[in-house]
Structures are given as C-alpha cells and as structure tokens.
C-alpha cells in the first residue's frame, strides 16, 4: 500500500503565496513522476505541474511564471510554490504520484487534497 499526504492548504488574498507539499510513503517501487493537478467546483481535475525523477517539469499554461514545482527524491516528496495567487486557482489541490514496477507498469496514486482559496 502506497500512502500519498498532502498539506498546506489554506484561505490567502489575491496576489498573495502559499506552499503546498506532498509525502509519499508505503510499498513504493521506483517513483517516476510526482506532481499537483486540481478540481474546482462543477469543473474537471486538472493538471496544474508534473515533475519526474530525471527533473523533467511540465506546467500547465494558466500557473507558468507563478508556480514552481520541486522534489525532494531522497524524502518521495514534492512541493508547490504558488506566487501571485488569482481567484480562479481556487480549487482542491491533489498530490499524485505515478509508480513503475516491472510487473503492473505505471500506476497511479492520489492524496486526499488540500482546499486552496483565493479570496478577498
């Protein structure tokens, strides 16, 4: 069993920071990408930024320039730093990480998710 935590969530005004970070724990078998997507109500999961062991970064359009996405590997954690916050990246905010074995290939595993709002 692969457990996934985020934290970090939390209420901040528009152009304002927040951190989010992410822990991976359990029968890991080699990692190979971590990263954030989000859900805002009534609309799709969404990624948000992805980030493989190699250090291979992809970010959505609409978070480039405000967010930075980094890993620590030694620890199976990653990390969001959110600059510039809009209204609109208002939203529950999951962790994912996305595990290889030989055997199965590449399976997926989510965070419970952590509530970002952006708000006045």
């Known amino acids: 069993q692969v457990q996934v935590v985020e934290s970090g969530g939390g209420l901040v005004q528009p152009g304002g920071s927040l951190t989010l970070s992410c822990a991976a724990s359990?029968?890991?078998?080699?990692?190979?990408?971590m990263g954030w997507y989000r859900q805002a109500p009534g609309k799709q999961r969404e990624l948000v930024a992805t980030?493989?062991?190699?250090?291979?970064?992809n970010y959505a359009d609409s978070v480039k320039g405000r967010f930075t996405i980094s890993r620590d590997n030694a620890k199976n954690a990653v990390y969001l730093q959110m600059n510039s916050l809009k209204p609109e990246d208002t939203a529950v905010y999951y962790c994912?990480?996305?595990?290889?074995?030989?055997?199965?290939?590449?399976?997926?595993?989510w965070g419970q998710g952590t509530q970002v709002t952006v708000s006045s």
């Open positions: 994912n990480l996305e595990d290889y074995s030989h055997y199965y290939g590449l399976t997926d595993y």
């Open positions: 359990g029968n890991i078998n080699s990692i190979y990408a």
């Open positions: 980030i493989t062991t190699s250090g291979t970064i």
